[in-house]
């Protein structure tokens, strides 16, 4: 009587078997792929979230109106990101630029480095990036746009759309170097006018 049971609980076993088998390889045939666990950062490389950055948006110049530049300042992780917005048209043409610094840097020092990006009045001990490096083309992308003012051109009698737009950022790794999480965010972008 036990021989029986125990037969029958092997054979209740190998049918299991069989049958999830039989759905392993069917799912294959399927053309279905395992989940993927997210890559964890290698020892050494930077987290940025730019939700966590300090940001700083420059669209002046000394000379008048100019194109956008956004500052995200992340001081813990010794890091700028920059993102250039293009206001020849309406297009927008965005583009984003990832500075790293030595451990040492502090917050005040990066401050410096921004200011010396876009200002005359340049700090002569700011520090300078230890690496620098553009994110590939498409990363960064202007999905909507709407006008919200106008301005005119202290400089002339120019008159300039003031656009407010939606940005958005995807997520970009430089094994050993830094992991870029995706990011949506807004600025403001002035274009010119056209005469009527």
């Known amino acids: 009587m036990k021989s029986l049971e125990k037969l029958a609980k092997s054979g209740l076993s ?3 078997v069989v ?13 279905a792929q395992p ?8 020892a050494g490389e ?3 979230a730019l939700e966590d950055a ?4 420059v669209r002046h110049s000394m000379i008048g109106i100019r194109d956008t530049l956004i500052f995200y300042t992340l001081a813990g992780q010794k890091a700028v990101v920059v993102l250039h917005i293009d206001n020849g048209s309406a297009a927008f043409k965005t583009s984003g630029t990832v500075f ?7 917050e005040e020092g990066l401050g410096k480095w921004v200011n010396n ?4 009045g340049l700090f002569v001990d700011a520090p300078e990036p230890v690496l620098s490096l553009k994110l590939p083309d498409g990363s960064c992308t202007v999905t909507d746009r709407k006008v919200v003012g106008e301005e005119k051109s202290p400089m002339g ?5 003031d656009y407010q737009v939606k940005i958005a950022v995807k997520e970009h790794r430089v094994e050993g170097k830094y992991r870029l999480a995706a990011f949506v965010g807004e600025a403001n972008v002035y274009l010119k006018k056209e005469a009527p």
């Open 157 to 161: 009698d120019e008159v300039f759309s």
């Open 100 to 106: 790293l610094f030595a451990p040492e840097t502090t």
């Open 54 to 57: 300090k940001k700083e948006v």
């Open 19 to 31: 049958l999830s088998s039989l759905w392993v390889q069917s799912a294959v045939l399927q053309g």
């Open 35 to 42: 989940e993927e666990s997210p890559v964890a950062p290698a």
């Open 46 to 48: 930077r987290v940025l």
């Open 117 to 120: 990006q876009h200002s005359d």
């Open 14 to 16: 190998l049918g299991v």
